[in-house]
């Protein structure tokens, strides 16, 4: 394949989609159109035809199937100036090169800012008397401070009792409640009530605001009291107070609508397989706030251009949001990064609510990236640069790359010295734990005795069963984990169906004594699409696990899960406890 460039016939191919989307942006804005795609990119003010060279390398190192991207600026007399282009494959059926600016992705943690300044929408409501709903008997105003518990009395809670009372929403929205993520305690048939009522059984790990601890449940919280206190739901609301007005017209919170239409991309894992669209209708309608917008970068660049605006739509002139709901969502209160760090640069890193403040060098940075199964965004803006910039990746865990493109096109556009040129692929750690799987003293009882139902407050039910097995449901679940490897070559593993938003089964693998390690897997046991192999994705890091089980003689009581290690010593510094009560999670034999 050529570099994209001048001359090429793949390269103009590029070109054209870039600047047939960019020329009919343009007319919206009332800009004066470029004459030829050709002449243009001899002097494009906003990229330079090396920038789309350096994606398309970006794309084949990484072996990624696609990329999107929108870059916007305003001008003098702040109207929009918007670039898109996009690069490789939509569809598994496709060419190859059938991604284009108005492919649909879903945005993930990207729409924590949508959330973020919807909520903001409420509260302005409220303040200038257009809430349809009373508040509860009591409250007397409603803004980013009021407690939560004022509002949500008969749901809000959590395990620590002044946090309950004391949690007010910008704690929420700024991940400092102290509540790890747990992001695998949530599955299909919740809904947001569900989610609130299970929070009071999940351990919290800090006190409240000591400590940044990135949780996607509140952003759930967030969508709920909308819905209680507007009278509709946050997929609505988001709808039509910030998509119609900004005429993101294919953007959307509803799966079923974007299977449809035909323009949403195919995804693919970090490994290159194809995988289902992780989200149905039922699972956005609690998640969507936290991670369920779908967009494209076509539209992406609106949202963009309002922002870098401060809340006005720089095409109709319309106030979207005030102004103070901008300086509230985008104004870092935690600290996110308190050093130095490779994503973040040489300055610390703040965060408001559903975005993070940084640096890139000199350059302000604005930004919040997203990542789900199939999925790695990026979006971000620099109010004193005057640009704005989305990636959309049809893969998982690319968010490397996604920085990369990022910082490449703020120094083509600002005509700095270029980053560095391509970063490496992110490896997983998973080899080097597994060359250590087995070789420590073996576990205290025979496996057999691990196996059986164990039952957890938070996390529900998980049935465990060894290779010799022969119950129903366990000839089921070793059936599944048969198609990826002989269960006999491990000897001391345990395996369950466990049931989530992002996984199905769970694996454990024998460490040390009666310490193993766990894996949430999602298993495609006849593959999917047209490669029919079987195969398993996870999320590296944030899907491994330590469970240790606690054995009382002869029998197994039960065992402590522990995904956040750094939540777990944390509670053992506060409370000196054994493992059993400092854990993520005690599941008890049943």
Known sequence: MHLPGPSG???????LTFFVSGILAAQQVLLQPPASPSETNLGDPILSSKFYGFVEGVRNKASIPGISVGVVRLDDDKQPVTRLASWGRKTEDGDGHDLTPDTLFAIASCSKAFLATSFGLLIDDF????????????????????????????????????????????DAFGHVTGLPRYDYTYKEGDTSHDLLLRMRNLRTAYELREKWSYNNQMFVLGAHVIEKYANTTWLDFVEERLLKPLNMSTTTTWPSRVNASGKLTHTWTKTGRRI??????????FMAGAGGVISSAEDMV????????????????????????????TTARQVLEGAPTSQYGVGIAGYGMGWTQSTYDEIQLVSHNGGLPGFSTLTAFSPSSN??????????????????????????VLDRTSSKVIVDTPTSDVQDLSSKLGRGPPPSLDLEAYTGTYTSRGHGTVTLCSSRSTSRYCSGVLADFSTLHTLEDSPFGLYSVFKSVLSTHMRLRHLSGDTFTGEFTTLFPNGYGKDTTAFET?????????????????????????????????????????????????????
């Not at 989305?390 to 996604?402: S, W, Y």
Request: glycine share 8%; proline share 4%.
């Open 127 to 170: 303040s200038h008397g257009r809430n349809v709903t009373p508040l509860p008997s009591g409250v007397s105003r409603f803004d980013w401070d009021t407690k939560i518990a004022s509002m949500l009395p008969d749901e809000w809670g959590l395990g620590d009792e002044w946090t309950t009372r004391s949690a007010n929403f910008r």
């Open 302 to 329: 609106k949202w963009l251009a309002t922002l870098l605006n401060q809340g006005v739509d720089p095409v109709s002139g319309e106030v979207i949001f005030p102004r103070d709901v901008y300086d509230t969502v």
């Open 276 to 285: 289902p669209f992780w989200c149905t209708d039922e699972v956005s309608r």
């Open 9 to 15: 016939s793949s390269g103009f191919q590029v070109l």
């Open 538 to 590: 996870f999320e590296t890091g944030d899907a491994e696990s330590t469970v240790v089980f606690s054995v009382e003689g002869s029998k197994v009581a039960g065992f402590s899960l522990v995904i956040d290690e750094a939540a777990v010593a944390a509670r053992q510094k506060r409370t000196g406890g054994h493992i059993e009560e400092t854990a993520d999670a005690w599941f008890e034999k049943v």
């Open 387 to 412: 640009l704005g910039i989305v990636v959309l990746i049809n893969a998982d865990e690319q968010g490397e790359h996604a920085w990369a493109i990022l910082r490449r096109a703020f120094d083509d």
